[in-house]
C-alpha cells in the first residue's frame, strides 16, 4: 500500500534539497547571451556611458539593463518547476517589476518617479524570495539565495552609507567597483546553475 506520508519526507531529506543545476529548457545559447547581457550591464553601471545612453538612447539601455535578469529569472522559474518549493509567484513578481523596469529606463524623462519606485519596491521582492532559497535549499540554489540578498542590500545601502560616513567624491571609483563585482558574481551564479 502506498503511503502519502512518506512522499512528502521524501522531499524534506537532504539529497532532495540539494540543487546545484536547474534545466530550464531553454537554448543554451540564450542563458550565455543573458549572461553576456548582465555583464555589460554591470559594467556600464560604472561608466558615464549608463548616464548617456539613458539621455540620449534609451532604446539601447533599457535592454541592456534588464533583458539579461529577466532571461535568467524567467530560466530560473522553469527550472524550479520541477522542485518541491518552485516560488514561481515570486519569480513572476520579480520578473514583472524588472518588465516594468525595463518601461522606467525607456519613459525616465517623462516619468522620473517610476524608477525610484520600482527601486524601492524591488528589494521588498529580491529579500523574501533570496530567503526562501536559502530555507528550503542547498547547494548552488542556496549560495544564489545568499547573494540575492548580499545583492540587494549592498546595492540600496552601499550608496547611501557611502555618502553619509565617506562624503568624498574621490572615493567612488571603490564603491563602483565593489557594486560591478558584486554583479558579476551575481550573474555567473544564475550562469553556473543553468548551463
Not at 114 to 143: D, E, H, N, T
Not at 176 to 192: G, H, N, P, T
Request: with cysteine; proline share 5%; aromatic share 14%.
Amino acid at each position: 500500500m502506498h503511503n502519502q506520508a512518506n512522499d512528502n519526507l521524501d522531499y524534506t531529506q537532504n539529497d532532495k534539497r540539494y540543487i546545484n543545476h536547474l534545466t530550464s529548457g531553454l537554448p543554451q545559447w540564450l542563458i550565455m547571451a543573458a549572461f553576456l547581457i548582465m555583464v555589460v550591464a554591470a559594467i556600464c553601471t560604472i561608466t558615464p556611458i549608463d548616464q548617456w545612453l539613458k539621455d540620449h538612447a534609451p532604446v539601447v539601455i533599457a535592454p541592456v539593463s534588464t533583458v539579461g535578469m529577466i532571461t535568467m529569472y524567467y530560466a530560473m522559474m522553469r527550472g524550479m518547476k520541477r522542485l518541491y518549493h518552485p516560488l514561481t509567484a515570486w519569480w513572476i513578481v520579480v520578473i514583472a517589476l524588472n518588465i516594468v523596469s525595463f518601461f522606467a529606463i525607456f519613459f525616465e524623462a517623462a516619468f522620473p518617479e517610476v524608477s525610484f519606485v520600482i527601486a524601492c519596491v524591488l528589494p521588498l521582492c529580491y529579500l523574501p524570495l533570496g530567503a526562501l532559497m536559502i530555507i528550503w535549499y542547498r547547494g548552488l540554489l542556496q549560495k544564489l539565495g545568499i547573494w540575492m540578498i548580499v545583492r540587494i542590500l549592498i546595492l540600496f545601502l552601499l550608496p547611501i552609507a557611502w555618502w553619509l560616513i565617506l562624503k568624498d567624491d574621490r572615493s567612488i571609483y571603490l564603491m563602483d567597483a565593489i557594486i560591478v563585482i558584486i554583479e558579476l558574481i551575481y550573474a555567473w551564479l544564475f550562469y553556473r546553475i543553468l548551463r
